[in-house]
C-alpha cells in the first residue's frame, strides 16, 4: 500500500514530441504529489509538484494530470528536448512526525530525447 | 554555492568496516532528510531531523546506522560494520517549512561502495 507504480521504465521520443509518463498508487493518505528529475551523479531536483485537490498543473513545457479517483498521475513534457534527457521519479508524500515529510518514490523512468 | 553539501562524493571500503558521510544542509533550512538510492530504484527514505531532534526513522535504517545532527546544523551518517548491501548512493535533502507541500532540496549524494 505504501508503494508508487511507475511506467515506463524507459521511454525514447524524438525532439518536439511529448513524452508522457504514468503513476498510480493505493494510499489514500498522500497528500502532495511531486515529479524529480535527476541527471546521472546529482541528486533528484524538484520539477513540478501538485496536490489531490487539482486536477492539473502547468509549468512552462511541463503539466501534471491528477486523477484522485483513479489514484493516478502523470507527468507530460511538451516539445521535448534533448536537454530533457533524464531519469524522472514520481513520488508522493506522507506526512511523519511533527509534520516532516517521507518521500515514497516510484523505481525511475530514464528519457532519452534525440534529435 | 549555497545548496546542500555532501562529502566525501564516493567511498569506498571493505567489508566490516566503518563509514561516516557528511551533510552540509541550506543554512535556513530547520528540516533535514537522508536517503539511501540503489542503481535502478527510487530513493527511499531513511530518517528525518527537525533542527537536533531526529524524529523519524524508516524501518530500513538498522542498528549499524546512526545519523546526528548536533545544533541544528550539519549532519552524519555513520554505518558500522558495512555490508555489501550497504552500497548505494546515499543522499541527503533539507527543506524549510512550507504551507503547503514541502519542496525538499537533495545534494549529489555520497557514493558508497563495500568490497
Known amino acids: 500500500q505504501q508503494q508508487v507504480k511507475q511506467s515506463p521504465q524507459s521511454l525514447i521520443v524524438q525532439k518536439g514530441g511529448i513524452s508522457i509518463i504514468n503513476c498510480a498508487y493505493e494510499n489514500t493518505a498522500f497528500d502532495y504529489f511531486p515529479w524529480y528529475q535527476q541527471f546521472p551523479g546529482k541528486g533528484p531536483a524538484l520539477l513540478i509538484a501538485?496536490?489531490?485537490?487539482?486536477s492539473e498543473k502547468k509549468e512552462g513545457r511541463f503539466t501534471i494530470s491528477f486523477n484522485k479517483s483513479a489514484k493516478q498521475f502523470s507527468l507530460h513534457i511538451m516539445d521535448s528536448q534533448p536537454g530533457d534527457s533524464a531519469t524522472y521519479f514520481c513520488a508522493a508524500s506522507l506526512i511523519v512526525n511533527q509534520a516532516g515529510t517521507a518521500l515514497i518514490f516510484g523505481k525511475g523512468t530514464t528519457l532519452s530525447v534525440s534529435s | 554555492d549555497t545548496g546542500v553539501s555532501q562529502n566525501p562524493r564516493h567511498k569506498i571500503t571493505k567489508r566490516g568496516q566503518n563509514v561516516t558521510f557528511r551533510c552540509d544542509p541550506i543554512?535556513?533550512?530547520?528540516?533535514l532528510y537522508w536517503y539511501r538510492q540503489t542503481l535502478g530504484q527510487g530513493p527511499e527514505f531513511l530518517t528525518y531531523?527537525?533542527?537536533?531532534?531526529?524524529?523519524?526513522k524508516s524501518r530500513l535504517l538498522s542498528d549499524r546506522f546512526s545519523a546526528e545532527r548536533p545544533k541544528g546544523s550539519f549532519s552524519t551518517l555513520e554505518i558500522q560494520r558495512t555490508e555489501q548491501g550497504d552500497s548505494a548512493m546515499y543522499l541527503c535533502?533539507?527543506?524549510?517549512?512550507?504551507?503547503?507541500?514541502?519542496?525538499?532540496?537533495f545534494g549529489s549524494g555520497t557514493q558508497l561502495s563495500v568490497l
Open positions: 543554512s535556513e533550512h530547520n528540516r
Open positions: 501538485i496536490r489531490p485537490d487539482v
Open positions: 535533502a533539507s527543506s524549510g517549512w512550507v504551507p503547503k507541500g514541502e519542496k525538499l532540496f
Open positions: 531531523f527537525q533542527n537536533e531532534a531526529q524524529l523519524e
